[in-house]
């Protein structure tokens, strides 16, 4: 059965602590567990002689927490807390508790917006680690319509697509004949979010920037 406290910075929760914790060394079972670490995080300080059950109590899970953490403490401060800094020594144990003051029911379960929450955090990490999952060098012929189109502007209109996972690299100008010369350029793409065919197909020599662009090759392409 669940056991509730509330209220224990006051006098009158600490009161039902000391009469839950009588002739018990620890909130439930024979061992320290989360209770422990949720209650211990509520009570803002060690409770007072009138209290020896708590403060006992208190005693040792501040001792199982000293142990477990035992670089020096200065003390912090959290103004609004009302909480000292051996409560706030709690919280790194206490981190996956649900932590209320007023209302903890130490055996309640994971709520279905936890669960969804922690497959929300889990897909993300997952498609973070996919996007950066492989990458390849391309080099890529650009052409222009014939000698008169203005090749600055064609790059200007080439290095003018932009997206997750495209990054440009360097460019020359190369002679094709006729005084017609092409552009190669440079580029890193992520494999999972670039398509080079769709930059070609959809972007490149699409309006507008088919006005300088006949046509574009794939010269090499290399994995990185």
């Not at 910075?9 to 909130?27: C, F, N, R, V």
């Not at 320290?32 to 059950?53: C, Q």
């Not at 709690?90 to 379960?109: M, N, Q, R, T, V």
């Not at 769709?198 to 290399?222: G, K, M, R, W």
Request: charged content about 30%.
């Amino acid at each position: 059965m669940a056991v509730t406290f509330t209220d224990l910075h006051t006098a009158e929760g600490l009161k039902a602590l000391e009469q839950h914790l009588a002739g018990k060394t620890y909130i439930s079972g024979d061992a320290i567990s989360k209770d422990d670490i949720k209650v211990f995080a509520a009570v803002p300080s060690r409770p007072g002689a009138e209290f020896p059950n708590a403060a006992r109590w208190y005693d040792t899970v501040a001792a199982a927490l000293a142990s477990r953490f035992p670089g020096k403490a200065v003390g912090v401060n959290l103004p609004g807390a009302g909480a000292a800094s051996a409560s706030a020594a709690a919280a790194p144990a206490a981190k996956d508790a649900d932590e209320d003051d007023d209302d903890l029911d130490l055996f309640g379960d994971e709520t279905e917006e936890d669960k969804k929450a922690a497959e929300e955090r889990a897909a993300s990490k997952a498609s973070a680690k996919k996007k950066e999952s492989g990458k390849s060098s391309v080099l890529l012929d650009v052409k222009p319509w014939d000698d008169e189109t203005d090749m600055k502007k064609l790059e200007e209109a080439v290095r003018s697509v932009q997206m997750e996972g495209l990054t440009w690299g360097a460019s020359k100008l190369v002679p094709v004949g006729y005084g017609i010369k092409k552009l190669q350029i440079m580029l890193t793409i992520v494999d999972d979010l670039v398509s080079v065919d769709s930059l070609i197909e959809e972007h490149l020599t699409e309006e507008p920037i088919n006005e300088y662009v006949q046509s574009c090759d794939i010269v090499a392409f290399n994995k990185i």
